[in-house]
């Protein structure tokens, strides 16, 4: 499980979560994609699905109910969830033989806390102003703390990196221009210590085209 932040909202950590799943269904094994922004989740739009699709896991067929794109599962916490029951779907997912992303929510509340904790790494995502990078950095040191290490550092919307001081600790940082730049996903997912591989499935039920 990956949690995908970066600290501040607005630098890319939904379209990089699901930029990674889609380079990670072509190219390994059937990822899974969960909103964890209780307050204002944007899984969906970004994903081209309608938001009453992205539920918690159902107690039967966990995956009956949930949308996939590009061949991508995506969930969701259910409409007027709680923190509690986000840390039970968390759970769920850590027990998968699967790869899973998490899309953190902004800031360092708790609901950020427990997705690193479920996590066993993390990608920071970043742009290169002053106010992100510095963001940036509280968030990989959160995320050290709660044993999800940086495993890379993403800057988005960036033909290249830009030459910016970064921490000695950081992994080294990759840019990824745009949304729809396919291969520069799959080098970055394949640098992630995950086993990836393409799934046979396809997309199937509230889907539509991912156009990353």
């Known amino acids: 499980m990956l949690a995908v932040t970066g600290g501040k909202g607005g630098v890319g950590k939904t379209t990089t979560a699901m ?4 380079a990670a269904a072509r190219d390994g094994r059937e ?11 944007d899984l969906a739009a970004v994903a081209g699905v309608e938001r009453r699709c992205l539920t918690g896991l159902a107690d039967g067929d966990p995956f009956a109910t949930a949308p996939q ?6 969930v969701g916490a259910s409409p007027g969830a709680d923190v509690d ?3 039970g779907l968390l759970d769920r997912l850590a027990a998968l033989d699967r790869p899973v992303v998490v899309d953190c929510p902004a800031g360092a509340g708790r609901t950020h806390g427990l997705a690193l904790r479920a996590a ?5 995502v970043t742009r290169a102003t002053r106010q992100a990078l510095a963001d940036a950095v509280k968030a990989g040191v959160l995320a050290r703390r ?16 830009p030459a910016v001081d970064v921490p000695a600790e950081w992994p080294t940082p990759v840019a990824v221009p745009t949304v729809d730049d396919r291969p520069r996903w799959r080098a970055v997912a394949r640098g992630l210590d995950a086993p990836w591989r393409t799934p046979d499935s396809e997309a199937t039920g509230c889907s539509r085209t991912f156009s990353g």
């Open 69 to 74: 794109v590009a061949g991508v599962t995506l």
């Open 146 to 161: 709660l044993d999800a290490p940086p495993r890379r550092v993403v800057f988005n919307e960036a033909s290249a990196v």
């Open 120 to 124: 066993t790494g993390s990608v920071l």
């Open 31 to 41: 990822p899974v994609v969960v909103d964890a922004d209780l307050d204002l989740p």
């Open 85 to 87: 029951a986000l840390a």
């Open 19 to 22: 930029g990674l799943a889609v």
